[in-house]
T-cell receptor, first 111, second 124 residues
Framework: IVLTQSPLSLPVTPGEPASISCRSSQNLLHSYGHNYLHWYLQKPGQSPQLLIYLGSNRASGVPDRFSGSGSGTDFTLRISRVEAEDVGVYYC?????????FGQGTKLEIK | EEQLLESGGGMIQPGGSLRLSCAASGFTFMHYAMTWVRQAPGKGLEWVSSISSSGGSTYYADSVMGRFSISRDNHNNTLSLHMNSLRAEDTAVYYCAKDAPPRQWPRLDGFDIWGQGTMVAVTS
């Protein structure tokens, strides 16, 4: 499985929306009905943290300005209104099989 | 609180060996597979190795196959990564992460717990 993120760099004005795309070379929709595509944010100097799991579920403590959508091979992470604390690198990852594969990462910066 | 704490990183010469450890607390360690993920300086995240909850099954990235060995001690809630024949390209921060329970394996609902990472620098 190959995951392709775009864009790789994302300058955003605070208060404006932002979106990141993640495309998979294989279908990540399991027969049980779940999409095994997850999103992480790695803030500067920190470990990655889970933002969105199974395509569209916010992890515990994640603000509701973050949302995930998509199914099968095309997924999108959206931030409704970017805040300064959202800077960092966003990664998608497939959780359907071994090996665990990550996208290249998208660096979000504040304009 | 669920926590993972890595240790064992450092500077090592090419061809050398190092053992990383990851101490787990706050969750039932033996109920989950575990994984190592690394990040080279300025680069993205790379899956390295995973081990089943019992320790009976192990998995490796092609880049480390035959050189690295993952193991676990379910009595002491500890995950290990034995790294041999180290190369400059193994230089990275190594993270351990909580993986899936056996009933779901290999399907994973996201790595919800990560350690703080331990740095390995392979340099002459």
């Amino acid at each position: 499985i190959v995951l392709t993120q775009s864009p790789l760099s994302l300058p955003v004005t605070p208060g404006e929306p932002a979106s990141i795309s993640c495309r998979s070379s294989q279908n990540l929709l399991h027969s049980y009905g779940h999409n095994y595509l997850h999103w992480y944010l790695q803030k500067p100097g920190q470990s990655p943290q889970l933002l969105i799991y199974l395509g569209s579920n916010r992890a515990s403590g994640v603000p509701d300005r973050f949302s995930g959508s998509g199914s099968g091979t095309d997924f999108t992470l959206r931030i409704s209104r970017v805040e300064a604390e959202d800077v960092g690198v966003y990664y998608c990852m497939q959780g359907l099989q071994i090996p665990r594969i990550f996208g290249q990462g998208t660096k979000l910066e504040i304009k | 609180e669920e926590q993972l704490l890595e240790s064992g990183g450092g500077m090592i010469q090419p061809g050398g060996s190092l053992r990383l450890s990851c101490a787990a607390s706050g969750f039932t360690f033996m109920h989950y597979a575990m994984t190592w993920v690394r990040q080279a300086p300025g680069k993205g995240l790379e899956w390295v190795s995973s081990i089943s909850s019992s320790g009976g099954s192990t998995y490796y990235a092609d880049s480390v196959m035959g050189r690295f060995s993952i193991s676990r001690d379910n009595h002491n809630n500890t995950l290990s990564l034995h790294m041999n024949s180290l190369r400059a390209e193994d230089t990275a921060v190594y993270y351990c992460a909580k993986d899936a329970p056996p009933r779901q394996w290999p399907r994973l609902d996201g790595f919800d717990i990560w350690g703080q990472g331990t740095m390995v620098a392979v340099t002459s």
